[in-house]
T-cell receptor, first 114, second 111 residues
Framework: GAVVSQHPSWVICKSGTSVKIECRSL??????MFWYRQFPKQSLMLMAT?????????EQGVEKDKFLINHASLTLSTLTVTSAHPEDSSFYIC??????????FGPGTRLLVL | AQSVSQHNHHVILSEAASLELGCNYS??????LFWYVQYPGQHLQLLLK??????LVKGIKGFEAEFIKSKFSFNLRKPSVQWSDTAEYFC?????????FGTGTRLQVTL
């Protein structure tokens, strides 16, 4: 149990385009999902907390207009990187929190902006 | 501010050796503690967690961790490692609202 999926697993796009990443909890409902960014050989950095039915909460330094988050249902959250630039290239990971307050992680999405 | 420190960045062990990975946290108030593992090419998986109760927590694959409140530590242990334990290990501390991760420890187990 406690499986979280992400789609796509990797994406290459041109600078200036927008990219949408989906995060789904497959076998449990998650009122809260989280979006992280992981740089090479570094730890996970929390970007934002996604709450079902309400606005996301962004960490300090994360541009809310650049990284749009929508948590439309108890099993789906999306992250849209708007007007992506090469510096947005990274590994984006989502997690979903179950009712026991444990986060389960998706496989990640590798974004490369040319 | 919350922080998690993992002192061992890269550990190399031979199969059957014992493992202990250090984790110290700085956190005000009640804290939940986790160890996650990331095998090569795979996503983060939960190894074990501590919320309250018995400070010695047993997880999957023979791993255990001990919460020592006075030392703000949550060290991960395994009596005898296997080659398949080669992975990156992350300690995390926080609440239901937010987790702070350590920088990770890369464990390499040699045959």
């Amino acid at each position: 149990g406690a499986v979280v999926s992400q789609h796509p697993s990797w994406v290459i796009c041109k600078s200036g385009t927008s990219v949408k990443i989906e995060c789904r909890s497959l076998d449990f409902q998650a009122t809260t999902m989280f979006w992280y960014r992981q740089f090479p050989k570094q730890s996970l950095m929390l970007m934002a907390t996604s709450n079902e039915g309400s606005k996301a909460t962004y960490e300090q330094g994360v541009e809310k207009d650049k990284f749009l988050i929508n948590h439309a249902s108890l099993t789906l959250s999306t992250l849209t990187v708007t007007s992506a630039h090469p510096e947005d290239s990274s590994f984006y990971i989502c997690s979903a929190r179950d009712f026991e307050e444990t986060q389960y992680f998706g496989p990640g999405t590798r974004l490369l902006v040319l | 501010a919350q922080s998690v420190s993992q002192h061992n960045h890269h550990v190399i062990l031979s199969e059957a050796a014992s493992l202990e990975l250090g984790c110290n946290y700085s956190y005000g108030g009640t804290v939940n503690l986790f160890w996650y593992v990331q095998y090569p090419g795979q996503h983060l998986q939960l190894l074990l967690k501590y919320f309250s109760g018995d400070p010695l927590v047993k997880g999957i694959k023979g791993f255990e961790a001990e919460f020592i409140k006075s030392k703000f530590s949550f060290n991960l242990r395994k009596p005898s490692v296997q080659w398949s334990d080669t992975a990156e290990y992350f300690c995390a501390a926080g609440t239901a609202s937010k987790l702070t991760f350590g920088t990770g420890t890369r464990l390499q187990v040699t045959l």
